[in-house]
């Protein structure tokens, strides 16, 4: 009896498809839908209780605050993603991605706090047999960019130790890399109790603090290079005088800003006091209206009907408010510094303040000065792994590499240079995320990083990347950075539901997706 079922053939998967075919074959439409559904959670849910819109971004999840927020959290993942997601394309794992990010930021914090020095060890018999060391080059005031090279220097080397040891001695690289995740943590750790212990400690702190905030140093007209907060501490007669070295029109436009600044504060100011005032009347309308006491309700509703407060007033512009705005508005004068711990599309936010008035919290002042400067970063790398992976010949190489890795030998693909340098390309990722949280908050900590080497490599398979190799595309990634920065967020914003659900459903997702990817890759390979 013959078999009635159509015996699929390696040719049917050259066959014309239809576009909807088409579209539901690419591994990212999955995640694509489900980014779609958290964006809706997040934009109903935020929404405060007791208000009704159909406007998403009247809520607290996508305002401007919150969008400046979320992408951060979104973009800093994409950064690691992309590394991870390219070396699992390749066939390989990079578990050392969280503790290269504790490494480099501490790395990074250490030198420009304490500078940088080489020294030799040499033995020395002055005095009875000991260790001594030979300061070789010792460089005390160390800029962002030598700073951020010289962590290069040893984060790159790592990776390539690590891409290294993976195609020389055979060993996977889920093994190679767990030692990378203890020895570089634990170095960490090491390394900031030595340089970070007082003579009064015990043992030293695993936190580097009261580093300079180095991408606000600015360029202030007769007095040289300051911080920006100190330079907007000055002394008032200081502070006049500069306001009154402005141009006529740049006074101008300050003042026309400081007084919609001003008059919004003093109307939310009012607005409070009302609603303060109005409180307890309100409580007592209740308890009025539950005793059934007609006659007391109508008195109090009369009170909260003519209810009135004396407007605040506006506060007055002055020569000092002018020169601190003009001070903020100064370019910084460490551009490297900025390009990674800085504000991208500051007049775009400042528009959407004045005269928009979307910007604008409820006191009345600018909501988010701009989005993070990571944001920008994450764009440019994504746009070259994207180049690199789909226009060129070495993303040829890194599937080929990933599918079928005799095949790839057997065709001339160099594919034990393609993981060594993938494997630097992750460690590279990590190092620029590092940058970004140093260059931001001016603090390091041997915990940072922590488990982000699970997020990375779970946010690229929710994007469609497959486990076994050689099946991905860089929008997947950047679509699973978005699901998993998006669910963090949404599940806080669900009443009745604990926050860290969100774990729970990414879980689900996780699996979801990664039994949805190789189905897909079967589809498309034929083979299903």
């Not at 406007?55 to 607290?60: C, L, M, S, T, V």
Request: proline share 4%; with cysteine; net charge negative.
């Amino acid at each position: 009896m013959k078999n009635s079922a159509t015996t699929r053939q390696e040719s049917d998967r050259l066959e014309t498809k239809s576009w909807l075919n088409a579209v539901l074959a690419r591994p990212e439409i999955g995640p694509i839908g489900v980014m779609l559904l958290l964006f809706g959670m997040l934009g109903y849910f935020s929404i405060p209780a007791g208000e009704f819109s159909l406007n998403p971004f009247a809520g607290e999840g996508f305002n401007a605050l919150g969008i400046r927020n979320n992408l951060r959290v979104i973009s800093q993942l994409g950064i690691i993603a992309l590394g991870a997601g390219l070396l699992i394309i390749a066939g390989e794992f990079d578990l050392s991605i969280g503790s290269m990010i504790g490494f480099a930021g501490a790395c990074m914090a250490m030198i420009l706090r304490w500078g940088f020095a080489i020294v030799i060890p040499y033995l020395s018999f002055d005095g009875g047999m000991h260790i001594e060391f030979f300061t070789l080059v010792h460089i005390t005031d160390v800029s962002a960019l030598t700073a951020i090279g010289i962590t290069m220097c040893f984060t790159l080397f790592f990776g390539w130790l690590q891409g290294y040891i993976v195609v020389k001695s055979g060993l996977p690289s889920f093994i190679v890399t767990l030692g990378g995740l203890f020895f570089l943590r634990g170095l960490t750790e090491v390394s900031l109790r030595a340089f970070n212990h007082r003579p009064d400690q015990t043992k030293g702190a695993t936190t580097v603090t009261e580093i300079p905030d180095i991408k606000n140093i600015i360029e202030v007209p007769g007095y040289g290079e300051m911080e920006r907060e100190a330079a907007k501490a000055l002394p008032e007669a200081d502070l006049t005088a500069i306001a009154n070295s402005l141009p006529a029109d740049t006074i101008a436009a300050i003042t026309e800003r400081l007084e919609y600044t001003y008059n919004r504060v003093a109307e939310a100011k009012t607005d409070i006091l009302i609603a303060k005032g109005v409180k307890p009347m309100e409580r007592a309308l209740e308890n009025a209206l539950a005793s059934g006491n007609d006659y007391m309700a109508n008195i109090i509703q009369d009170k909260i009907a003519n209810f009135k407060i004396e407007p605040v007033v506006a506060k007055t512009v002055t020569d000092t408010d002018i020169a601190r705005v003009y001070l903020d508005s100064i370019t910084t004068a460490r551009p490297v510094a900025n390009f990674f711990g800085g504000d991208i599309l500051e007049p775009v936010f400042d528009w959407l303040y004045f005269p928009v008035d979307w910007n604008t919290n409820n006191f009345g002042n600018q909501f988010a000065p701009g989005l993070y400067s990571c944001v920008m970063i994450w764009v440019l790398l994504s746009i070259l792994c994207y180049i690199v992976l789909s226009k060129t010949q070495a993303g040829n190489w890194i599937y080929s590499t990933g599918g079928n890795l005799n095949a790839a030998k057997a065709n001339g693909v160099p594919t034990n240079k393609v993981k060594i340098s993938l494997f630097i390309f992750s460690a590279f990722c990590a190092t620029i995320f590092a940058a970004c949280q140093v260059f931001e908050v001016n603090t390091a900590d041997a915990a940072k990083g922590n488990l982000k080497e699970l997020e990375a490599i779970a946010a690229a398979v929710i994007g469609g990347i497959v486990m076994t190799g050689g099946f991905g595309t860089i929008m997947g990634i950047i679509v699973g950075a978005f699901i998993f920065g998006i669910a963090k967020e949404a599940f806080f914003y669900i009443p009745g539901i604990d926050g860290s659900f969100y774990r729970v459903f990414l879980g689900l997702v996780i699996v979801a997706s990664a039994l949805l990817n190789e189905n897909i890759r079967k589809r498309i390979m034929g083979t299903l």
